[in-house]
């Protein structure tokens, strides 16, 4: 058992997968050996979570997750805790190993109880609930029983172990299921309630909807305990990215080793009253900052701003005096209606080219401007990629910002496969996809993130990841995002607790 850490990838694995995985072991182990891993993995972790804990309360479902926490029930009784368990089974419908496990516990001594007895900061709680069983269907609503289980669960202020999954939450998607959707109300970042420290014990394989959507959140401190099977015969759903590897630079380099990033956005305050040429401008700091040789600023402000006078290392240029094939192009930021003039010109003649904001707006809304974006990939020196959050990507795929939330991974898939692009669609655990491969789920960063201009920042950084990629072609770019979400991500989980996160300094906080 080992707690998942940002650092190196995880293959992370959908519910069929773990299914024919567990089908499997169970085939070639004795009887009841793998719940009896799992029991003792969860017992060990809870004694190691809480080793001042008096009380541990522990609520188990009807099938094999409340199983495993009979188990470690038993266990954790015989090492002289006062433990108390509700089952929300029956002897007549419990699957053998749970029925197993409950039989464990009754004859160690277990004290079943229907309400949690009281627990203090020390002690701690065990969601065995639901696991891989859970079901989506609309006539699988949960009981009142159960719900009031996990509120129960969710509120109380000891430490939460989740076995498996935190319960509700959909294994492949990190989506509450229809009837859970409320317990995201009390995800322990959600105003007003209060911070409960969370665990989830994953078993078997690592799943992909702990690292994104409300996963994070629900799952809090991921662990993994393989129970002496390995996971790599079977095929993983995505990958949880690890760092990147660090950029050597040659000593005898020079500003144009490291490529050109021009960035066009920024329409100006005339057009629409609203400026937005500083998103243009956190976009091009970022990429100065992570090193690309040299940055230009084509603002979509009409020539209203003649110098940046706080970035004097930032070139600005007019559009027209732009080598687009030449330059890395960071195209969108804060560009407004008038980034619909330069798209055409931009989708047609750069070379290695990311997309954001505004300029992603208004490829939803035109057919043709769609056609080039995706002709792109056929052409031989392109580079794309796509930087949107989630209403972004819900009008590009015609779509609700609610259905691409509720299955990220397969949205960005979608996008990335529709367009031929490399995708970043961002938000807690961000994906990044591409055709033909693997998605990314980006493991790093935080809410923190959650304010204005920290986007623009990304793609600045990507612009320059891309720009320092050996090669022009979907690998670079999708390897060009990967890093730059995590090194984004990173940035905000290291920033110090007492000081503002505001998108120039997460700019200025960039290493190339
Ligand atoms: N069989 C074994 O030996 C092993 C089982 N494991 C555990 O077993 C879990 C999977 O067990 P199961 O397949 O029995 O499934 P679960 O125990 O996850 O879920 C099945 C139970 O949940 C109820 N349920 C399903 N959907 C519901 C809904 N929407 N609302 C209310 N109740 C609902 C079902 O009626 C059933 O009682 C894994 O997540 C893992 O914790 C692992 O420990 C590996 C070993
Ligand atoms: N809760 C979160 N956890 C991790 N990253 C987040 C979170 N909220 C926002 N972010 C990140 O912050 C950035 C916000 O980008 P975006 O929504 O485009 O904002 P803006 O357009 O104001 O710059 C994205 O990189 C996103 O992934
Ligand atoms: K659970």
Not at 252 to 266: E, L, M, P, Y
Request: neutral net charge; proline residues 5%.
């Amino acid at each position: 058992m080992h707690r998942i850490t940002a650092d190196r990838p995880h293959p992370l694995h959908d519910c069929a997968a773990t299914r024919a995985l567990e089908n499997q072991a169970q085939r070639s182990l004795p009887a009841h050996a793998l719940m009896q891993r799992a029991a003792h993995a969860c017992a060990r972790l809870a004694r190691a979570l809480a080793p001042h804990a008096q009380r541990m309360w522990l609520a188990c479902g009807g099938g094999n997750n409340g199983g495993d926490g009979l188990l470690a029930a038993a266990l954790l009784h015989q090492a002289g805790l006062d433990v108390t368990v509700t089952w929300l089974g029956t002897p007549e419908t419990s699957p053998p190993d749970a029925l197993h496990s409950w039989h464990a516990a009754q004859d160690a001594g277990v004290c079943f109880a229907d309400a949690p007895p009281p627990l203090g900061t020390q002690d701690l709680c065990v969601d065995a609930l639901l696991g891989i069983g859970l079901r989506t269907g609309s006539t699988h609503s949960p009981d009142a029983r159960l719900l009031d289980c996990l509120h129960a669960l969710h509120a109380s202020h000891a430490t939460l172990l989740n076995v498996d999954l935190p319960s509700g939450l959909v294994a492949d998607t990190g989506h509450y299921a229809p009837g859970f959707e409320a317990l995201a109300a009390t995800d322990p970042t959600t105003a007003g309630t209060h911070q409960q420290r969370r665990h989830t014990l994953a078993l078997l394989t690592l799943k992909s909807g702990l690292f994104t959507a409300h996963g994070r959140d629900a799952a809090g401190g991921v662990w993994y305990d393989d129970l002496g099977v390995d996971a790599a015969t079977h095929p993983p759903q995505a990958w949880l990215a690890g760092a990147p590897a660090p950029s050597a630079r040659a000593h005898a380099s020079h500003k144009g080793s490291f490529g050109d990033v021009a960035v066009i956005g920024g329409e100006g305050l005339a057009a629409c009253g609203m400026g937005m040429t500083g998103a243009a401008v956190l976009a091009a700091s970022a990429a100065l900052h992570a090193g690309a040789g040299r940055v230009m600023v084509a603002l979509l402000d009409g020539g209203a701003t003649a110098a940046l006078p706080q970035q004097p290392a930032l070139m600005l240029r007019r559009f027209d005096a732009l080598e687009l094939a030449h330059a890395t192009v960071v195209c969108g930021c804060g560009g407004g209606a008038a980034v619909a003039t330069v798209l055409a010109q931009v989708l047609q003649q750069a070379g290695r080219l990311v997309l954001d904001a505004d300029a992603l707006n208004t490829i939803a809304a035109d057919t043709a401007l769609r056609a080039q974006l995706a002709a792109r990939s056929s052409r031989a020196g392109c580079a794309t990629a796509l930087t949107p959050h989630p209403l972004e990507a819900a009008r590009l795929l015609g779509t609700s910002s609610a259905a691409v939330q509720a299955d990220r991974l397969s949205a960005a898939n979608q996008l990335a496969q529709q367009l031929g692009c490399a995708v970043v669609l961002k938000g807690s655990g961000s994906v990044v996809a591409a055709p033909g491969r693997l998605a990314h789920i980006n493991p790093t960063g935080n809410a923190r993130l959650a304010s204005a201009g920290t986007g623009d920042v990304l793609a600045g950084l990507l612009g320059a990841r891309l720009a320092a990629q050996p090669r022009a072609d979907l690998d670079g770019a999708f390897a060009a995002a990967s890093a730059a979400c995590w090194q984004h991500g990173a940035l905000a989980d290291a920033w110090p607790a007492h000081q503002a996160l505001t998108a120039d300094r997460l700019a200025q906080a960039i290493t190339p």
